[in-house]
């Protein structure tokens, strides 16, 4: 009997049970949402995850490789989470031939986080795709740079691989007439190993691009065997001006970039014995020449020597410069500026001081006095001494005004500076 009546208690008070239960749940969810409440923010820069079918190649996509995703997730996981939390991928495994499509894009969180992503921008690409072929070429070895002069090396140089698999699309792979192993001896003297990255070069002569072709291996050893030549002795350049020099008021300082500064020479070993190493070039006539020059000109072998290389002539810089020297200008005006001579006077200095102009020797008789200009600055200075350094300026001297001031006499004045007391004005006298 007593359980029949607490049954129907607890049948009677059914709804308000359920009604108590989802209060307290609601109330819970209430608390925990103002204490970790759900928020919504971008996250840039996403990278793009491609799926590409077997058989097929990208051949043409957008150019930034990544989304921006809008993520809501609780405040909790927003301190965990991380771009590289955010899957997004370009599933491709439906298509099942060559040509464009517009592909939508998916996004997950990646466990055990929690969230998730409401919006990709874009939430689209277009991706091309076209049928993947393959096909073996042969690697050439290419020498972009010769071994200093002196040494040499095989003519049948090759690699540890002698082929490489090109992969890609049908039109990339088509356009790749070779594939070359780079090399760069300039430097080298003995024999070397040295890992090679393969190029594809397309019949224009064009590098491929990586992306559109891969190259498999990418890279070869290739041992070259760099030896000395013994029939080539290396000389150094000496320019040579045959005793000339330039015109009064220039002189020779030098020569610079020489190329090529050392050449291989070959032929009769007492010549070249003789030549002590150096080898001069033809005569350069420096006579008339006022200003910095380059020139080409052969180099003057001896009989019965001759140039292992086609470079036949050699190219130097002669650098000429005017003679330098200084000149006096004496009894130059000096103008004053900034003093408001309504209300200051100044006193303690020269009305004319000596100027020192330093410039090319046959230029300087260019110049006048009147060329020149001095000004004592006074500006700002109140009452009292001051020492002051005047200044001096060429006038009209441009960007390309060879002329400098080396120096003024004297250096600095001693400048008083006095108030002009006003002059007192007379009362007015009344009419009788």
């Not at 099942?96 to 990709?120: F, M, Q, S, W």
Request: hydrophobic share 40%; net charge negative.
């Amino acid at each position: 009997m007593r359980n029949s009546s607490f049954f129907q208690l607890i049948v009677r008070n059914l709804g308000w049970l359920l009604v108590s239960l989802l209060l307290a749940l609601a109330i819970w969810v209430a608390a925990n949402m103002a204490n970790n409440p759900v928020e919504q923010h971008e996250i840039r820069a996403i990278p793009v995850r491609v799926e590409v079918p077997d058989g097929y190649v990208i051949t043409g996509q957008p150019d930034s490789s990544t989304v921006t995703a809008i993520v809501r997730a609780a405040r909790s996981d927003w301190d965990l989470l991380l771009p590289e939390d955010i899957l997004v991928t370009a599933d491709l495994g439906h298509i099942r031939k060559p040509g464009e499509y517009r592909i939508e894009l998916t996004a997950a969180i990646a466990d055990p986080l929690h969230g998730k992503v409401v919006a990709l921008r874009p939430s689209t690409w277009m991706i091309s795709l076209d049928t993947q072929v393959e096909q073996r070429l042969a690697i050439q070895v290419v020498v972009t740079n010769d071994p200093p002069l002196g040494y040499t090396y095989p003519a049948d140089l090759a690699c540890a691989e002698t082929e490489v698999l090109v992969r890609g699309s049908a039109e990339s792979v088509a356009d790749v007439a070779r594939v070359e192993a780079r090399l760069n001896l300039s430097n080298d003297r003995n024999p070397v190993t040295r890992t090679i990255n393969l190029v594809a070069v397309k019949a224009n002569g064009q590098t491929a691009r990586s992306a559109d072709v891969q190259l498999l291996p990418s890279s070869v050893d290739c041992n070259v065997d760099i030896q000395t030549r013994e029939d080539v002795t290396p000389v150094e350049v000496l320019p040579n001006r045959g005793g000339t020099n330039p015109p009064p008021g220039y002189t020779f300082e030098g020569y610079t970039d020489i190329q090529p500064s050392t050449v291989g020479v070959t032929g009769d070993t007492d010549a070249i014995a003789a030549m002590n190493q150096v080898i001069k070039t033809t005569p350069i006539d420096l006579t008339d020449k006022t200003a910095t020059f380059t020139i080409e000109v052969p180099l003057a072998l001896p009989s019965g020597v001759t140039l292992v290389s086609n470079q036949q002539l050699i190219s130097v810089t002669v650098i000429i410069s005017p003679v330098l020297s200084n000149r006096e200008f004496q009894e130059v005006p000096v103008q004053v500026n900034g003093l408001d001579e309504t209300r200051f006077r100044a006193s303690g200095f020269a009305n004319t001081v000596t100027v020192n102009v330093a410039g090319p020797q046959i230029r300087l008789s260019e110049l006048k006095p009147d060329d020149l200009s001095v000004v004592l600055d006074l500006s700002g200075l109140g009452p009292g001494n001051h020492q002051v350094k005047p200044t001096a300026t060429i006038v009209g001297q441009g960007a390309d005004n060879p002329f400098t001031i080396s120096g003024i006499l004297p250096e600095q004045f001693s400048v008083t500076i006095e108030a002009i007391e006003p002059t007192p004005t007379a009362p007015a006298t009344a009419s009788p």
